[in-house]
């Protein structure tokens, strides 16, 4: 049977490597190990028999927003409810940290949307763009679907008005 649970610090070297392969594809940004361990608070993990099989994030952005992140479960588990027990472990927390919107970037939309996310507009996003995508090899060719469940915040992202992220597909 799957369960989850909150991750600690002697996780992070199989939070790692279930994200490995991922990471390797671009399917998941790269994360170093001390970057696990730094943000290992945010990690939820799904275990079988005492193994484990699976990993995700969530990252605070405020009441406004937070982010599932680093969804990865080990080719074996697939199948066997990890993914959505994790996701639903990590909506838990975002509620309990009274979050009135979480987004998500993904390339299986159809996963997501059983589990009461929408697709929304990158340009809706700025906080994930402004912490992460700016960072992304990808960023003027992005083929995920930003998603969200919830409201979408008002006021997001920079407090300069000024500050402006241009989001051009370069060649098109």
């Known amino acids: 049977m799957v ?3 909150n991750a600690i610090l002697p996780d992070v070297d199989a939070i790692h490597a279930i994200m490995q392969p991922y990471m390797e594809k671009g399917t998941l940004l790269r994360r170093t190990l001390p ?3 730094e943000n290992v608070r945010d990690f ?3 275990e079988e028999g005492g193994k484990v099989i699976g990993c995700g994030a969530l990252h605070l952005y405020g009441l406004h927003l937070a982010e599932i992140r680093s969804i990865a479960v080990t080719p074996g588990a697939k199948g066997k409810g990890a993914g959505r027990k994790l996701v639903e472990a990590l909506m838990k ?3 309990r940290q ?3 919107c979480v987004c998500l970037f993904t390339r299986i939309p159809e996963f997501f949307s059983h589990m009461g996310f929408n697709v929304a507009r990158r340009e809706d ?3 994930k763009i402004y912490k992460d995508c700016v960072h992304c090899p990808f ?3 992005c083929d995920e679907v ?3 469940r919830g409201q979408l915040p008002q006021q997001i992202g920079p407090r300069d008005p000024q500050v402006q992220i241009p989001l051009v597909r370069l060649g098109a």
């Open 3 to 5: 369960r989850t649970r």
């Open 35 to 37: 970057e696990l361990a």
């Open 44 to 46: 939820v993990i799904a």
């Open 93 to 95: 927390e975002a509620e």
């Open 98 to 100: 009274k979050v009135s």
């Open 125 to 127: 996003l700025p906080d």
């Open 139 to 141: 960023l003027f060719a």
């Open 146 to 148: 930003a998603m969200v």
